[in-house]
């Protein structure tokens, strides 16, 4: 099931396990000692798929000028299911409708690049490392697709 919400919509509960699935793999699996909750979840939207086990995946929309997404995130279980691809899908009809013809910015890892311009993202930067992972910036804008 898909869940879109405001920061002041999500229940203590849900807001810990997104928490600890962000940590899990941004900080633990991925070996990046950061400082992951950062300040702006409340100006986000949180978009997010459950199932019976809990929240299989996850991404944040920040409201700004640009639009951007970012802590994309699919819980390693459900990896090369489609499941990434259908979230991303929510995430652009979810701009498409509030921010009409917005320009969207993502700031994602570098091994993603080809996923993301599949979805008509343009990479807009070298390949740059942030807290030690290969990075790129990308964009989108509606009359690229």
């Known amino acids: ?12 509960r849900t807001l810990e396990e997104i928490y600890r699935l962000r940590v899990s793999v941004f900080v633990v699996e991925q070996a990046c000692a950061y400082q992951e909750i950062d300040g702006l979840d409340p100006e986000c939207t949180h978009i997010y798929r459950t199932d019976d086990t809990g929240i299989i995946a996850y991404l944040r ?3 700004g000028s640009p639009i951007s997404i970012g802590r994309v995130i699919v819980r390693a279980d459900r990896r090369s299911s489609g ?3 259908a979230l991303m899908g929510q995430a652009m009809d979810y701009v498409h409708t509030h921010f009409k013809g917005e320009r969207i910015y993502l700031h994602g ?3 993603l690049e080809k996923f993301y311009q599949s979805l008509g993202f343009r990479t807009t930067s070298e390949v740059h490392l942030e807290d030690g992972i290969p990075h790129i910036d990308m964009e989108y804008k509606e009359e690229w697709a």
Request: aromatic residues 10%; without cysteine.
């Open 1 to 12: 099931m898909w869940h879109i919400r405001a920061f002041e919509e999500l229940d203590v």
């Open 109 to 111: 890892q570098a091994h």
């Open 61 to 63: 929309i920040v409201h």
């Open 83 to 85: 499941v990434g691809q």
